[in-house]
């Protein structure tokens, strides 16, 4: 499928107001948000890091991923028709080469971080343009292969504009398994995302729970969201 030319991303060049140096920020050890730390423990094993202001400096990253990776725009069948996804995606696999030696520095320092938590490196990379606000993705969990059954964690670098992440549980089933997506809890939890925001889901969230960035009204410039997932989990 033929790449999207920019003038269809609709890319004016970045208005952000970052203009320091790229510069990743440490990531302390695992503690809780009540004790000033960044992990939230959400039940059934599940919890999430958040990173306000992890890339500092990111406005140069922004613009040459917008502008570098073979953007792809794809089409899903729903129900009986044939729709448009609601952004631009781009996937690398592992030992594939990356777009921009920032996104590498990013996994080794995610694996350095994580990897003796949950047993492994990060190994593949993910990546969403959302042009405007009309761009989403909806409620769902990335367990796709070792997902479904295994612990797992998956890191999500958010540049450019500001979205909503929301989190939700699924309902278990009398089985006690996870019930489909879509049988959540109508309750959910905003992690608003920023400009070089990391947000780091682990334990069973993948499973036990269900995450999208909802469709907005409001003007929103180009947010590009860098997924960074374990081996054998999409």
């Known amino acids: 499928m033929s790449s999207p030319t920019l003038t269809a991303i609709g890319y004016q060049g970045s208005l952000l107001a970052d203009a320091a140096a790229p510069e990743f920020a440490p990531l302390p050890p695992a503690r809780p948000v009540a004790t000033g730390g960044h992990r939230r423990e959400l039940g059934a094993g599940a919890w999430v890091d958040v990173y306000p ?8 990253l922004f613009d040459r991923l917008i502008t570098a990776p073979d953007w792809r725009a794809e089409r899903r069948t729903m129900y009986d028709r044939v729709v448009d996804v609601p952004r631009l995606v781009r996937f690398y696999r ?3 080469p990356l777009p921009d030696p920032l996104v590498d520095q990013a996994r080794e320092r995610l694996s ?8 492994e490196p990060f190994a593949t990379v993910g990546m969403c343009l959302y042009r405007d606000g009309r761009d989403s993705v909806a409620w769902h969990g990335d367990d796709l292969g070792r997902g479904r059954t295994e612990d797992t964690a998956v890191a999500i670098l958010s540049l450019g504009a500001p979205r909503r992440l929301l989190l939700r549980p699924r309902v278990i089933t009398a089985d006690g398994r996870p019930g489909p997506v879509g049988s959540a809890a109508r ?5 608003p995302l920023g400009h070089g925001d990391l947000v780091v889901m682990g334990g069973s969230c993948q499973r036990t729970f269900e995450h999208c ?10 947010r590009i969201s860098v997924q960074f997932r374990v081996r054998g989990v999409r």
């Open 53 to 60: 202001g992890w890339l500092r400096g990111a406005d140069p």
């Open 94 to 96: 592992a030992h594939e």
């Open 112 to 119: 350095d971080r994580y990897g003796p938590e949950i047993g």
């Open 187 to 191: 309750r959910s939890l905003p992690v």
């Open 213 to 222: 960035v909802p469709k907005t009204a409001a003007p929103v410039g180009t």
